[in-house]
């Protein structure tokens, strides 16, 4: 079964310095029907505009994952890390027993386009970890490039949940599949271009929760982001 969330039923958020798009509920945005899918609990994306962000925030108890797709980001957090991400870096922060940060766009001109995505840990309480990471375009072209899991496979981040994210830049004639093993399933999130999942056709910021199908073929142009949820 493919469940299709359309990019223009997402929560809309505009905050005048934050345009934001949320699949699930999230802050102001409420809808029973939408809160989350398996381990997946939030599902943003946000466009900053230049010389603004998110004020020191503190969060627990949550495996937050951010993708950067234009512009570049600024981190600080009460770990004292403090690095800035650009376009196709990711950051991870595990909030464990409670972590405060802050994002910050540094650009004087440009807006910073991202995805915040935030999966359930599978362990309260722990100690609080951040990374950071980049994916080269060609390990990403036409293959599943693991960029998150439980193990740091294929040189992903280590994350503290057994979930698995990949993303992949899709070759118009090279259709990749994927095998899902029992009792688990997939969201698949469009971050740019039109693809078809099992032959349902998705559009950019459209995403989708697949349930018991064995396998799954994606097709089409693109970027897309897969989550292997138990």
Known sequence: ??????????????????????????????????????????????????????GMHPHRDMEIVTYVLEGSLEHRDSMGNGEVLRAGEFQYMSAGTGIRHS????????LVHLYQIWIFPNEKGLTPTYAQKKFSEESKRGRWQTVASP??????????????????????????????LPQRAVWLQVMSGN???????????????????PTLEVSGSGEVMLFDLP
């Open 1 to 54: 079964m493919i469940d299709v969330r359309k990019a223009s039923d997402r929560g809309p958020a505009d905050h005048g310095w934050l345009k934001s798009f949320h699949t699930f509920s999230f802050a102001d945005y409420h809808d029973p029907a939408h809160m989350g899918f398996r381990g997946l609990r939030v599902m943003n994306e946000d466009w900053v505009q230049p010389g603004q962000g998110f």
């Open 103 to 110: 994002e910050f766009n540094p650009s004087d001109t440009e």
């Open 151 to 180: 193990d740091g496979t294929d040189g992903s981040l280590s994350i503290r949940q057994d979930a698995k994210v990949y993303l992949s830049i899709l070759e118009p004639s090279q259709p990749l599949g994927y095998d899902l």
């Open 195 to 213: 693809v078809e999942l099992n032959g349902v056709r998705l559009e950019t910021g459209d995403g989708a929760a697949m349930t018991d199908e």
